[in-house]
């Protein structure tokens, strides 16, 4: 008789890590990138008006944070690895929509994207928050944006020219991205996550949350620093690409701009030790503080069009350094026991991004030109600054230390 015996990797699951997690961050980076510089693209040459992109965008990003608010009930009936899947092929569904480009098989599969995000995103924080240590989360941080950097890098100027070529090339390839995604999730066998495994009762809604966290000043100073963020980084995404089409610059330039931008995420290791040597409240001040002056500056210069895209480009290299210390902050305050109801509230920050810049947007573009949103993000980014004065000087500093 010969002995049948069942392989390890089979047997045993490996065990989860920072790098498992920069894999599932590096697909990701691929299935995004290539069409963020699209979505905006496509839509405005099927909807050729800057208004009413904002109201696609807006009315997106209110269904977006509706999702996010389910998804925690939704966890209750439906195992946290089928989520996963399911915001995968949300995926793989609103790109294969889109590449119809339709106004609306554009519009929805800008939905699905959307919505995907948020599943995805939620599902993906607490799994990190369940088995990536505290003092490992600065590394994890900045690990899952150099993972991610090559799709980020490449995404942008590569999804612009196939759209360019053939409108619907970079939609199969970020369909193909989210299978190798799904994929590799398959492969890490996370399951449902040790908070959801191990409890003896259903997780409460995170809604009943909303009071503690506003109870919580950290916090809630945390939530702002990353809606403030993610506002800038859609002023730039969304809006410097429709200023160039405006200003008669080339199509391709917003994605060869964000290519340009994202090359920056191979920089990353470089800002943590920038961070460690100083503070995170140092590097957060110094990201708002830099990123709201060149916004600002952008709308002075708005008679200058080529002017106006090196400010801003000049701008998102600190909103970079924002995406690695402006989430540590409400990491590093959430208590154990509130991992998975905060974890959903924090991810919420997307979809509030969503909702206020397309909205502030479009009552600034009824009154001003495209440069009038550049000017609303400076004022946004500067009060961050403000607020960052509260972290405390020494906020995750033997952390960091630690995660080298």
Request: charged share 10%; net charge positive.
């Amino acid at each position: 008789m010969f002995e049948r015996r069942i392989p390890e990797w089979l047997r045993h699951a490996p065990a989860p890590s920072v790098h498992g997690f920069g894999v599932l961050a590096g697909f990701e980076g691929i299935t995004r990138g290539m069409l963020i510089s699209v979505f905006p693209l496509a839509m405005y040459n099927a909807l050729g008006d800057a208004v009413a992109i904002s109201q696609a965008y807006f009315f997106i990003g209110i269904g977006s944070l509706i999702v996010g608010l389910l998804v925690p009930a939704l966890n209750k009936r439906i195992p946290r690895r089928w989520l996963y899947s399911f915001g995968t092929l949300c995926f793989i569904a609103g790109a294969l929509l889109a590449s119809l480009g339709t106004p609306m098989t554009l519009i929805f599969g800008l939905m699905l994207n959307s919505f995907a995000t948020v599943i995805t995103f939620i599902c993906f924080n607490a799994y990190v928050l369940d088995y990536i240590k505290r003092i490992e989360l600065g590394r994890s941080e900045t690990l899952r944006l150099l993972y991610s950097a090559l799709g980020w890098t490449l995404g942008p100027a590569v999804g612009v020219a196939l759209y360019t070529y053939n409108p619907v090339l970079p939609f199969y390839i970020s369909a193909a991205s989210s299978l190798g995604m799904l994929a590799a999730f398959t492969y890490m066998r996370l399951g449902n996550g040790k908070l959801i495994t191990r409890a003896k009762r259903p997780a409460p809604n995170p809604l009943a949350f909303i009071g503690r966290f506003v109870q919580q000043p950290r916090l809630v100073a945390g939530f702002s620093f990353a809606v403030i963020r993610s506002c800038g980084w859609w002023a730039y995404i969304v809006y410097m690409p429709l200023y160039a089409l405006k200003n008669g610059l080339p199509e391709q330039l917003g994605g060869f701009l964000m290519s340009g931008t994202n090359a920056a995420l191979f920089l990353a290791p470089f800002m943590l030790r920038w961070m460690q040597k100083r503070s995170v409240r140092i590097a957060v001040r110094t990201g708002f503080a830099m990123a709201a002056s060149f916004f600002t500056l952008a709308f002075v210069l708005a008679d200058w069009p080529w002017v106006v895209i090196v400010t801003l480009f000049c701008a998102s290299f600190f909103l970079i350094l924002l995406d690695i210390s402006a989430g540590l902050p409400f990491l590093m305050a959430v208590k154990p026991s509130e991992r998975t109801e905060m974890s959903t509230i924090y991810s919420s920050y997307r979809d509030v991004s969503g909702i206020l810049t397309p909205g502030f947007a479009w009552g600034v573009l009824l009154v001003a030109p495209i440069s009038g949103i550049f000017l609303l993000a400076g004022a946004a980014l500067a009060i961050a600054y403000t607020v960052a004065g509260s972290v405390h000087p020494r906020l995750g500093e033997k952390r960091l230390v630690a995660a080298e």
